[in-house]
C-alpha cells in the first residue's frame, strides 16, 4: 500500500469537531516500518494536535531516531502544507533532502515538495552551542 494510503486511512479517525479539517500522515522510519497519525483536536484549541506529530511521536515512541518517508492528506481541494510548527519538528528527525508527498483530499493532486524548501533557514541545534 502506498505511504498516501497509509495516511488517508489514519484521517479516517481525525478527531476534528472544530475546524472539521481531517488529516492524515503517515512516516516511515529509518527501520522500515510505518507508523500513522491524524489531528486530534480540543475543546481547549490550543490542546490540539496536527496528524504529522503523532506519526511523528509514534515513531520516535517506538525507538525509530529518524524518518525517511513522510506523507499528508487533507480534506483540502489542494494538497496541505505542512504547518510551521510541524516543520520544525520535522526537521528535527529528517534530512532537509526529505521528500514530503502532499495529498488533495481525494489523491487527484499530489505534490512532492523537499524539506529544504519548505524550511530553508531552520533553527537546529547547531544554535544551542
Ligand atoms: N492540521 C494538521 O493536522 N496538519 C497540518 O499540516 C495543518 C493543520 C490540523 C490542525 C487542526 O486540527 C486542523 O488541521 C485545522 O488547522
Known amino acids: 500500500m502506498k505511504l498516501i494510503e497509509k495516511a488517508a486511512e489514519a484521517q479516517k479517525n481525525a478527531h476534528a469537531p472544530y475546524s472539521k479539517f481531517n488529516v492524515g500522515s503517515a512516516v516511515v522510519g ?76 481525494d489523491q487527484s493532486k499530489v505534490q512532492k515538495l523537499k524539506l529544504k524548501d519548505l524550511l530553508p533557514h531552520a533553527f537546529n541545534k547547531s544554535f544551542l552551542k
Open 30 to 105: 529509518e527501520s522500515g516500518k510505518i507508523y500513522v497519525g491524524c489531528n486530534v483536536e480540543n475543546s481547549s484549541y490550543p490542546a490540539g494536535i496536527c496528524a504529522e506529530r503523532v506519526a511523528i511521536t509514534q515513531a520516535i515512541t517506538q525507538g525509530e531516531k529518524s524518518i525517511k518517508e513522510l506523507a499528508i492528506i487533507a480534506s483540502s481541494d489542494k494538497p496541505c502544507m505542512p504547518c510551521g510548527i510541524c516543520l520544525q519538528v520535522i526537521s528535527e528527525f529528517a534530512s532537509p533532502d526529505l521528500e514530503i508527498s502532499l495529498a488533495s483530499k
